[in-house]
């Protein structure tokens, strides 16, 4: 082979190479950025957290100095029932984790639990549960150091589940209050008490959720659900120990555990501190809970529920029923109203703005800023007193000429777009339910939009989007004249009082 033969070998060997690199590049390219040719696909985002180194030793010293801190300040609670028979009333998920050892048997019964001193002269703070059966002349109070004390019942708050109990003495250590409002989710905690027998037991975690509602804790009509979820493990004992952040301070009183085993099995709620410390105040001062209502009856607001009042979006809380007489029928609030803010902070769930009117008392005034019929307004509304008495208004139901079939039942009719069958009522049935007008709901298909939405068998609706329903043809109307997507409100009766439910067009 010639030099000039050898050379070009060589230079085709090398061509080819570099070709090779840069088709293997390019298919290598062309794989990360989606391989759609000279299409840029981008999947993902940079991310926008911050990266720290983290300091184990200083962390570990975080928990150590906290442990030290909080110990001498939590207190095991041991009480004797009165023998009051247990209700059995418990939701089989939601757990209260007081005294543990509480029979069925109407007869005297041991348990334990939880507190925290919170002030030097032997005021401690726990939970309702731990102590609302007790015989108060058997409540004792065993702190770190083992020494134990005779404590006596100062007040209690069933609608919060707090109680203050108090011992003789003075110079106690006390602990450190927090903001339990600054609090965010992921925050580093720690809940200490007296788990399973296990006295001054200290466990970590995170904040796992704020403002947690509607589980079913706490068993009272005006109950206030706007607990702070923890994965730090709980276990029944801890009832109405602390729960601290890493600087030494209280955010939170544990409370309950969800469960299906009486047992932790990952997440445990309490009550947070802002809260708690408004009743302890009240409850050593004057023994029980001076608290202000607004007297509504409210709930969250979904996107259904937005469409068919006119909102922009789901935000505020829907005003249901007014308590007869009460501080917010006074003001000039009405049923199917939209609080959106209290006092500037906007309110998004029930639980919210049934927790921040919980610090105020009678006679406090709040702002409450107020969306109806497409416009929104402020009204100052006083707070009051709950009365014991106090009725929730009953739908008044104005009577019209043209209500169907007065002596009789007319057909049914199925309005399949919303899955329900509703027919008019008889005169007999009008009475029943004390309405003038409406028609009842007889069927409803199993998951339909209306079964979905909470619409049950014999519920009376009485308006639709306002305006009085009194035959099926009118209900059917007013829904054949809305396109797809939109929603309608409609005003039903139950037995139990009024209730507004939206169903969306589908």
Not at 23 to 37: H, I, P
Request: glycine share 10%; proline share 3%; charged share 25%.
């Amino acid at each position: 082979m010639s030099k000039k033969s050898v050379f070009a070998a060589i230079f085709l060997i090398v061509v080819g190479i570099v070709f090779g690199v840069v088709l293997v590049s390019s298919f290598r390219g062309g794989v990360e950025n989606g391989f759609a040719g000279d299409q840029n696909v981008q999947l993902g985002a940079p991310s926008q957290v911050k990266t720290s180194s983290v300091d184990a030793k200083g962390l570990s010293r975080a928990f150590i100095d906290v442990s030290k801190a909080v110990k001498p300040t939590v207190v095991t609670i041991t009480v004797t029932t009165k023998g009051k028979e247990s209700s059995g009333d418990m939701n089989e998920f939601f757990h209260f984790f007081g005294p543990d050892s509480k029979s069925q048997q109407p007869e005297p019964q041991q348990g334990s639990g939880s507190g925290v001193m919170i002030s030097p002269d032997g005021y401690i703070l726990t939970n309702n549960h731990v102590v609302e059966d007790a015989d108060e002349k058997h409540i004792d109070v065993t702190f770190s150091d083992n020494r134990t004390m005779h404590a006596k019942i100062i007040g209690t708050d069933p609608t919060t589940d707090l109680a203050i109990i108090k011992v003789d003495g003075k110079d106690f250590p006390t602990a450190a209050f927090g903001n339990s409002d600054a609090l965010e989710v992921g925050e580093w905690v720690v809940a200490v008490g007296n788990p399973l027998g296990l006295q001054s037991t200290v466990t970590a975690g995170i904040i796992s959720a704020i403002g947690r509602g509607n589980i079913g804790v706490i068993r009272d009509n005006y109950g206030i659900e706007n607990f702070i979820q923890t994965d730090a493990a709980i276990n029944p004992g801890n009832s109405g120990g602390p729960l601290v952040n890493l600087s030494g301070e209280v955010v939170g009183i544990n409370a309950a555990i969800a469960t299906t085993n009486q047992r932790y099995q990952g997440y445990g709620f309490a009550i947070p501190i802002n809260l708690a410390r408004g009743v302890a105040e009240d409850l050593i001062k004057h023994g029980k809970v001076l608290r202000g209502y607004i007297g509504v009856s409210i709930q969250a607001i979904d996107e259904t529920t937005a469409k068919a009042l006119g909102l922009d979006r789901a935000h505020g809380v829907f005003v249901q029923s007014l308590v007869d007489g009460g501080a917010a029928e006074s003001a000039g609030l009405k049923e199917g109203d939209v609080i959106l803010t209290i006092d500037g902070k906007e309110v998004n769930a029930a639980n919210e703005l049934q927790s921040y009117i919980a610090r105020k008392h009678p006679g406090d005034e709040v702002v409450l800023s107020v969306f109806r019929d497409g416009k929104t307004s402020d009204r100052r509304v006083t707070l009051r007193s709950r009365k014991e008495d106090a009725q929730v208004v009953t739908t008044k139901v104005e009577k019209r000429p043209d209500i169907e079939n007065e002596s009789g039942a007319s057909k049914e009719l199925v309005l399949d777009a919303v899955g329900m069958t509703v027919k008019a009522l008889t005169a007999e049935e009008k009475k029943e339910a004390e309405v003038d007008r409406g028609i009842v709901v007889t069927d409803v298909k199993r998951y339909s939009e209306a079964f979905n939405r909470g619409i049950r068998q014999g519920d009376v609706i009485v308006d639709a989007d306002k305006s009085p329903v009194s035959s099926p043809k009118e209900l059917q109307s007013a829904i054949t004249k809305r396109k797809s997507g939109d929603a309608l409100m409609l005003r039903i009766k139950r037995s139990n009082g009024s209730a507004y439910v939206a169903i969306q067009i589908p």
